[in-house]
């Protein structure tokens, strides 16, 4: 009897053992798979477009950036299950570009709890940065921040997702982040400029530009900077009409310096106020862009401004302008004009900016920012202008540069302000919408090029063109008259077999 | 091991069991491809008919495995195949393998449907044809699930509910993880759920690492039918 039970016990032993030996094996199997899947792909697309393969061409843009990239998901890989198909789809993509491309990593963090990453990315944009945002970060510490449904083409008729972009919205800000060094920003001086913004500048620095200080009648401007800033100046730069009467050197034409500087595509931002006086040769220059403003004209709104300190009626609340959403003036403040609340932008001691035609045909001109419809613009103390007036206008021009098939398009921008106090340490807070308005402008200004030759890949069309009635009687058929048919012939067996 | 498949495959149609279960399963799988794309209209999708199936297969398919096992235990016949020269391992897959015939020939059927949906538009054939490899898989894994849980009972009825609650579990676990706040206990519960394996197939993809689960899952399960079997042979 024991001699039994030993048998039993070893026996049972041993295959208990057993089990759970080809158990572990099955899981492991599954774990290596799983690894092996994070490294390799391990899909096989069906879909017609291949929408969840990287393409030839995105292949190409990317190749030659040896910059580490790394994206990160600000939520836990797996809490993006429950987010639907079109998020996974996104990710789906993005950790094919991260198995793609050794300099390529993508991490997931949970921004609730990854405090001090969320404050460094919240301070380049204050109210957008949450558990849907995607952002590409490259080695100099450039980022750009995307969200899912910036992946997809949506028809405007339905509101529906018909497309997906995710090439094109991904390869463009892994091109934008990977800069090899922060692009230069540079403060004109010589001209009485403010020069006592250390918070704009602070803004600047932190949205990835190096700040400098230029003068250019004396300097060229230095390689590698983007984007010129010209903060209230007093005194007209030196240019053609000078130099043409001897009293300066080619060399020390500034107009002609900020000409070139522009035919190399890059930006400039210029700001004005009121007691701007006449600048004749800042105003050809701006004008040629279609930009200009009203001297010595200050406008005023008793129900459209903010109360409080300083002078009454001249702290403008400005109106966003949605006229037209290609325009590079829209993109100035979509992220803020798009959100559930709008933050108020604030211009403050403004003048009105005057929108006209450019030299160029393909410059587009447009206001960012208008007065409310209740503001009067007063020179001398008499009205001369009433109703929306431009508070802020946005000059841009593109062009595709690179060889065929590989084109990629690229901006540039000349931006003219109405006021000298929009960035100034009162509206930078993050209670207006200002700052993050010099974020946006920092970022169209910064990006270098945008991919072309990728192209949106379509969704299946799976609508059916079909009358109700069609539908209603095919819904019988289907449901109804097969299952009635194997029914019947079940039942005429069963009956047969019951004689047999 | 033929001869048990051939009787097995038989068995569903010379008895109610096999034409109750293609009746059922066609009358509902037609119900919902209509709701989902017939009388859709514009808005018709074939991934959400895909989505609905996995909940259809989680309670039809336990109706097909109640009687594998433990049938042949009821009417007391499991001498004889615990006696016969098939081995155990044979014998369980020749019945899982006859389950599973019905099933894809039922699924197969049901695909036919989308045929007509050519005559009023143009439906994805690759998301179909990839989301019926992947409904395959799945359907072998609950086969297995409802094979082994017939082998533990001799009543069809415990048999049934018992691999739908098995089967519900495995469905629905990812709700239940969502609520859990600590990240590697919800992935390693999540790692089971079906649902989350089968949407890559929903869009239009063919997943490796799923098709490689759902094998293991279905292995495992019969793996442990074998075992049970192997404990009542020899005690």
């Known amino acids: 009897m024991k001699k039994e039970m030993k048998k039993t016990v070893k026996y049972g032993s041993l295959s208990l053992v057993f089990v759970a030996v080809v158990l572990a094996a099955i899981v492991l199997l599954n774990f290596i798979v799983t690894l092996i899947g994070e490294k390799v792909s391990l899909i096989i697309d069906l879909t017609d477009e291949e929408v969840y393969t990287i393409s030839e061409g995105a292949k190409e843009f990317i190749k030659g950036i040896d910059t580490p990239i790394t994206i ?26 991260g198995k793609e491309y050794d300099n390529i990593t993508v991490k997931y963090i949970d921004i609730d709890k990854n405090k001090e990453l969320a404050d460094k990315w919240k301070k380049e944009s204050t109210i957008t940065v949450n558990p849907s945002s995607i952002i590409v970060e490259g080695a100099n510490g450039q980022f750009r921040q995307l969200y899912p449904a910036g992946f997809f083409s949506t028809a405007q008729s339905t509101g529906k997702f018909y497309a997906f972009k995710g090439e094109i919205t991904l390869t463009n800000a892994i091109i934008q982040v990977s800069g090899e060094e922060k692009p230069k920003i540079a403060f004109t001086t010589g001209h009485s400029e403010d020069t006592n913004n250390v918070t704009l500048r602070q803004t600047l620095t932190e949205a990835g530009f190096e700040v400098i200080d230029i003068d250019l009648s004396k300097e060229d401007i230095p390689e590698g900077t983007k984007m010129i800033f010209i903060n209230n100046p007093k005194y007209d730069f030196q240019g053609f009409a000078l130099e043409k009467s001897g009293e300066i050197d080619p060399s020390e034409n500034e107009i002609d310096k900020l000409a070139e500087f522009m035919v190399d595509f890059n930006h400039i931002i210029v700001t004005v106020d009121p007691d701007t006086p006449e600048l004749p040769e800042l105003q050809e220059f701006l004008s040629e862009w279609g930009l200009g403003w009203q001297p010595y004209t200050l406008i005023k709104d008793n129900s459209g401004s903010m109360t409080g300190f300083g002078t009454k009626a001249t702290r403008l609340i400005g109106k966003y302008v949605m ?76 062009k595709y540069i690179g060889d065929a ?81 194997v029914a019947i012939i079940g039942f005429a067996v069963f009956l047969k077999r019951r004689h047999l | 091991m033929g001869a048990i498949y051939k009787r097995e495959l038989k068995a569903y149609f010379t008895t109610p069991i096999g034409y109750i279960f293609l009746a059922v399963f066609f009358a509902i799988t037609g119900l919902v491809f209509s709701l989902t794309t017939l009388l859709a209209g514009e ?193």
Request: aromatic residues 12%; negative net charge; charged residues 15%.
């Open chain 2, 43 to 235: 808005d018709s999708s074939t991934g959400a008919y895909f989505g609905f199936l996995v909940y259809i297969l989680a309670i039809m398919l336990p109706i097909l495995t109640m009687k594998l096992f433990a049938d042949d235990r009821r009417v007391k016949t499991e001498q004889l195949l615990l006696t016969s020269p098939v081995s155990l391992t044979g014998m369980v897959l020749a019945k899982f393998l006859a389950a599973l015939t019905v099933y894809v020939g039922a699924l197969v059927i049901s695909d036919l449907s989308f045929l007509i949906l050519y005559l009023f538009g143009a439906p994805p054939a690759e998301i179909i044809i990839g989301n019926t490899v992947g409904f395959i898989f799945l359907g072998a894994a609950f086969i297995a699930v409802g094979a082994f849980m017939s082998s533990l009972t001799e009543s069809q009825l415990i048999a049934s509910i018992s691999s739908m609650l098995v089967i519900m579990l495995l469905v629905l676990v990812s709700l239940v993880a969502n609520s859990i706040p600590v990240e590697i206990i919800r992935v390693v519960i999540k790692w089971f759920s079906v649902v989350d394996r089968m949407t890559s197939f929903a869009a239009g993809m063919i997943d490796l690492g799923s098709l490689i689960y759902f094998i293991s899952f279905a292995f495992m399960f019969l793996f442990l039918t074998v075992r049970v079997y192997e404990k009542r042979r020899w005690s």
């Open chain 1, 405 to 485: 098939g590989e084109q990629v398009l690229i901006y540039s921008t000349v931006v003219l302000i109405g006021t000298t106090e929009f960035a100034s340490d009162s509206y930078i807070n993050g209670q207006y919408g200002n700052k993050e308005v010099m974020y946006s402008l920092a970022r169209i200004m910064g990006s270098r090029r945008v991919p072309n030759g990728l192209d949106f890949k379509v969704f299946y069309d799976e609508s059916l063109v079909i009358d109700q009635s069609t539908a209603e009687t095919l819904t019988v058929l289907i449901s109804a008259v097969a299952p009635f048919i």
């Open chain 1, 72 to 97: 990160y998901f600000c939520k836990e890989r797996d809490r993006i299950d429950s987010d639907g198909q079109y998020v996974k789809m996104v990710r789906n993509l993005i950790e094919e570009f």
């Open chain 1, 323 to 398: 006229d037209d959403p290609e325009a590079a003036a829209y993109h100035v403040h979509k992220s803020l004009s798009t959100s559930a609340s709008p933050p108020r932008v604030m211009f403050s001691n403004a003048t009105p900016i005057v929108l006209g035609e450019p030299i160029d045909n393909g410059t587009i001109v447009a206001a960012s920012f208008t007065s409310q419809s209740t503001a009067e613009a007063f020179k001398n103390e008499m009205v001369v202008d009433s109703g929306e007036m431009p508070l802020m206008g946005v000059a841009s021009r593109s």
